[in-house]
């Protein structure tokens, strides 16, 4: 399989076309499928309409039914999906050719109508916590050809167009439009060209699909399939044993080490491209969990002082986070990617515990005796969440600081609280699905700018002009060597002004019962297109 972005890279003015044979997607067929699998899930969507919030959570139920122009493998390569091919005919054009002979799960055939309604679609969603506005930014006017061909202008050249839209999933235009988020979630707008149907949701508990007989690739290899969505880890770990489950994801680091060898069941793992990191509120004058040594409201917000959250990231011990918290299965953090991926900058180590350091820093701007903080978390989202919000706490309490409290909630509430800018301090992640730094620093450390598309996961609304102007310059480079050059002095950049405080990138686990696998992968995804049965 081919990836677009090599390709690409420095080649502005050839027609570069990437493309898959059926063929190879279609694979072998399975004699028969398996009549159920019931998969343990940690996280639940807030909606199932595909296009509500580009969280993670959402997007694992959301592949299972519907599609994008662009597929992911299990190392964040892109490959095509209901995209068959696509050329630069110009630096600011790009012709788009649609995979023939799809149909929705209704029937109707896919068309580049489907794709242009989609992609209008993806920035309008009302109250999305985590809207796709970004992934259509760069978009100045899109031109159905044919029924199977687009052409798109971009406002300026955009060398990763292709990943940028391909974060978009495809809806119908026959059974979507005019809906709202609320006919997804009862089914009836819920019409993808998926390798499953959605069949019924009961948020809180459950979501169940069955397959689609008609998909365009490989047969699915179960007829139905149950996701329970078990928050607890301890809940999770014991259906897995009883074997109400066959398949269950974030596995803890310590119930990894007893599940490796273990009798009729497989561990798998992969290192993750999420970071995990502490947002802080530097961007208003007073912030809603801020308050004095004493625990009396402020009129001065601390973390807008780049010195505070100097300090603050002085005071995390990121090895022993990795090492005891996680079993290992992490890596400290210093910026917005691992080493290997583009835009990863060697002047961003990991910062070193600093407990002298980081009081001297408070002192310099003004808080000898420190201030006082609330610090919120999911207690769902990644494996041991709310124990590292606890171990943060207690580490922030030793430099000096008042914890007024530890907050945690599920996930699909948080998230959304979250992005109404309803915290001071916050414990978040963001899982790079590229092979470079763009998307998670546009996306998480450029300033706020809904029109333009940019931070729109920028909850704590950071925001520095030199970053934003390197970014800019970053879009538009289709030579690789510059464009990394780019993302790494926009990296130091906001990294060096502790936009957010990084602090790890975990190893993700998964456990399934003989009989079931799944493709590990650095998404960290429990959906359908990464799992079958085993051989």
Not at 2 to 24: E, H, Q
Not at 144 to 165: A, S, Y
Not at 392 to 419: C, D, E, F, H, K
């Amino acid at each position: 399989m081919t990836s677009s972005r090599p390709l690409m890279r420095g080649l502005p003015a050839m027609a570069l076309t990437v493309s898959l044979t059926l063929a190879a997607l279609l694979g072998g067929v399975p004699a028969a499928a398996r009549p159920l699998l019931t998969i343990g899930h940690s996280s639940e969507p807030s909606s199932m309409d595909p296009l509500f919030s580009r969280t993670g959570n959402n997007q694992a139920a959301a592949e299972n039914v519907f599609e994008r122009l662009v597929s992911t493998d299990e190392n964040m390569q892109t490959q095509p999906g209901l995209a068959l091919s696509w050329q630069v005919l110009a630096p600011d054009t790009w012709e788009i050719r649609l995979r023939p002979g799809v149909r929705f799960h209704d029937g109707t055939p896919f068309t580049a109508d489907d794709v242009v309604f989609s992609l209008d679609r993806a920035p309008k969603v009302p109250n999305s916590p985590a809207p796709f506005t970004g992934a259509v930014r760069s978009i100045a006017a899109v031109q159905v050809i044919d029924p199977l061909t687009l052409r798109i202008r971009t406002k300026e050249p955009t060398p990763d167009l292709m990943e940028q839209i391909g974060l978009v999933y495809i809806l119908s235009r026959h059974a979507a439009q005019g809906k709202r988020s609320e006919d997804f979630n009862s089914g009836v707008a819920a019409i993808g060209t998926g390798p499953y149907k959605f069949k019924r949701w009961q948020p809180g508990d459950s979501l169940e699909l069955e397959r689609n007989d008609a998909y365009w690739g490989r047969r699915p290899d179960f007829d139905r399939v149950l996701i329970r969505y078990i928050a607890n880890d301890a809940a999770r770990i014991s259906a897995l044993l009883s074997g109400s489950v066959d398949l269950i994801d974030s596995v803890p680091p310590t119930d990894a080490k007893n599940l490796r060898n273990k009798p009729g069941y497989t561990l798998y793992s992969s290192p993750s491209a999420r970071l995990i990191y502490l947002a802080l509120d530097s961007a208003r004058d007073a912030s809603p969990f801020v308050t004095d040594a004493q625990g009396k409201p402020m009129s001065v917000n601390p973390l807008k002082d780049v010195r505070v959250r100097q300090a603050i990231s002085r005071m995390f011990m990121r090895g022993p986070i990795t090492e005891r918290l996680l079993s290992g299965a992490g890596v400290p953090a210093g910026q917005m990617v691992p080493e290997g991926m583009g835009g990863y900058s060697p002047n961003l180590p990991a910062p070193a515990y600093d407990l002298d350091g980081a009081r001297a820093l408070l002192a310099q701007a003004g808080y000898p005796k420190g201030f006082g903080l609330t610090l919120h978390s999911s207690n769902d989202r990644f494996a041991g969440d709310s124990d590292l919000a606890q171990a943060l706490a207690q580490m922030m309490a030793r430099a000096g600081l008042r914890i007024n409290g530890v907050v945690t909630q599920p996930y699909n509430v948080y998230a959304g609280a979250s992005g109404k800018q309803q915290y001071s301090a916050f414990i978040f992640s963001y899982g790079n699905s590229t092979g470079d730094s763009s998307n998670g620093l546009t996306n998480v450390l450029a300033t706020y700018d809904k029109a333009a598309g940019t931070g729109a996961f920028n909850r704590a609304r950071y925001s520095n002009p030199v970053v934003d102007r390197l970014l800019a310059q970053a879009a538009v480079e289709f030579d690789a060597a510059q464009r990394n050059a780019l993302l790494r002095q926009a990296a130091e950049a906001a990294f060096n002004d502790v936009g957010i405080v990084p602090l790890y990138f975990p190893v993700a686990f998964w456990a399934a019962r003989d009989g079931t696998a799944i493709r590990a992968n650095k998404l960290e995804r429990t959906s359908m297109p990464y799992i079958q049965e085993a051989k």
